[in-house]
């Protein structure tokens, strides 16, 4: 089945600095790619997603770039604000298995 | 418009009761999701609906978990003969499916087995 891996486990960034997260995964019939943003006690909130025909996506102040060849993904956040704090969770769907397989998720803290 | 809602939003079951957890989608959603998250951990997928078929169940980790949408709406995750093992919050979703793909999370509900 899905592996998918999301590193790091912790990032701490400066207020306005840009924030990196990223991702593989196993299966190559994936082809979703959501990430989610999750504040304590809150359920997972979509923020951005990527199909596998498209290479990258962007909204405001983040971005998603995907490479099908090597099979990762990774998610760009730019001028960063403490209410970017969060875990982030990246994810993949395939076409017949539409349950998501998540990573184990990323703490961000944005220090002002 | 509204979102996923889940109830209760906590459970305290003493080990050995059995309980039942609600989700109300969002309107015209044809796809439902369960999801469990453990403590600190990304959730785990556990069974999923289109409409009232349950199309998986391989992530069910037991036979003391069932889940039922019976008129393609509202879902009921069961738990019977609770363990301590079964405490972690329980996450649905909602997708609107066919050749869409995003879901939608309800704020989930907080199941501790005492």
């Known amino acids: 089945g899905e592996n998918v891996e999301q590193h790091p486990s912790t990032l701490s960034v400066q207020e306005g600095d840009s924030a990196v997260i990223k991702c593989t995964y196993s299966?190559?019939?994936?082809?979703?790619f959501p990430w989610y943003k999750q504040e304590l006690g809150k359920g997972p909130q979509l923020i951005i997603d990527i199909r596998s025909n498209v290479g990258e996506k962007k909204d405001q102040r983040i971005a998603v770039t995907l490479n099908k060849t090597a099979k990762h993904f990774s998610l760009h956040i730019t001028e960063t604000q403490p209410e970017d704090s969060a875990v982030y969770f990246c994810a993949a769907v395939g076409f017949i298995f539409r349950g998501m397989r998540f990573g184990a998720g990323t703490r961000l803290t944005v220090k002002p | 418009g509204a979102g996923v809602s889940q109830s209760p939003r906590y459970k305290v079951a003493k080990r050995g009761q059995d309980v039942a957890l609600r989700c109300d989608p969002i309107s015209g959603h044809v796809s439902l999701f369960w999801y469990q998250q453990a403590l600190g951990q990304g959730p785990e997928f556990l069974t999923y609906f289109q409409n009232e078929a349950q199309l998986d169940k391989s992530g069910l980790p037991s036979d003391r978990f069932f889940a039922e949408r019976p008129e393609g709406s509202v879902s009921t995750l069961k738990i019977q003969r609770t363990q301590q093992e079964d405490s972690a919050v329980y996450l649905c979703?909602?997708?609107?499916?066919?050749?869409?793909?995003?879901?939608?999370f309800g704020p989930g509900t907080r199941l501790t087995v005492t």
């Open positions: 299966d190559s019939a994936s082809n979703y």
């Open positions: 979703a909602s997708s609107p499916g066919r050749d869409r793909y995003e879901q939608y």
